[in-house]
């Protein structure tokens, strides 16, 4: 029998190894969950491209969108003009597609975290012009929702806030996108951090997240394509 990969290693952690690890070894179980949170009914799933010296290049922004259909085109040449070239995403941490019977397409983006610091993050745009600008499509989609904007978005849940900047602006284009929230639960690290052994433990920084950014998890628009699901690492 083959070794595995991490066969040997010791106490492998992390919500980019637990995602590899299920899209590799348990992706019925995977598609089945996320389908059930969706509404979906199946997902093929991307393949991320191939860097420079055995490396791998993850899909940002909206690389996804590529050879895409006129509608999609249309939206990635529009993203030029609309987010600061200067600036990269943060790439999602992996990229499926829905095609319907009618031939029409939806996108379902992945963020997976296993441990709640994963919730925070700032916006790491230095020069003003990118700040200024950031600043103001984030508000417009904090508008869009029908909350006030505040520093929260750009300073303490930055990542999330550009995430649903994201389904905003797809949407706006007829573009369908779905943003799917992975949070494993039971991870182990070295270094202390919290790591969720389940939902329930989820539930307080996620409640956070939303009250500090005026949000509610069952809110209208776009938080309607919003969906989290909660992942044991023994499968359960």
């Avoid at 019925?28 to 191939?50: M, P, Q």
């Avoid at 993850?58 to 895409?68: K, V």
């Avoid at 499926?96 to 745009?125: M, N, P, Y």
């Avoid at 989820?202 to 009250?211: D, I």
């Amino acid at each position: 029998m083959a070794e595995l990969p991490f066969d040997g290693v010791d106490r492998p952690y992390g919500s980019a190894w637990h995602l590899l690890r299920f899209l590799g070894y348990h992706r019925e179980l995977l598609n089945d969950r996320v389908c059930a949170a969706t509404g979906i009914s199946a997902i093929k799933w991307l393949d991320f491209g191939f860097a420079r010296e055995n490396g791998d290049s993850g899909l940002s922004g909206m690389d996804f969108l590529r050879g895409g259909n006129s509608r999609e085109e249309k939206a990635l040449e529009a993203w030029k003009g609309f987010w600061p070239r200067s600036v990269t995403l943060h790439p999602w941490d992996a990229v499926g597609k829905v095609l319907a019977f009618d031939g029409s397409t939806e996108w379902i983006l992945v963020e997976a975290r296993a441990h709640v610091q994963e919730l925070h993050s700032s916006c790491g745009a230095v020069s003003p012009g990118s700040l200024e600008r950031i600043s103001g499509v984030v508000s417009r989609t904090a508008v869009s929702l029908g909350v006030e904007f505040s520093e929260s978005w750009m300073s303490e849940y930055y990542q999330y806030a550009s995430r649903l900047v994201v389904l905003d602006f797809l949407e706006t284009r007829g573009v369908m996108a779905r943003l799917v929230c992975i949070c494993f639960c039971g991870d182990r690290r070295p270094d202390g951090l919290f790591c969720p052994s389940s939902e329930r433990e989820w539930r307080p920084a996620l409640q956070r997240m939303y009250s500090r950014l005026g949000l509610s998890e069952s809110g209208n628009g776009i938080m309607k394509r919003v969906h989290h699901v909660f992942l044991g690492l023994d499968s359960r």
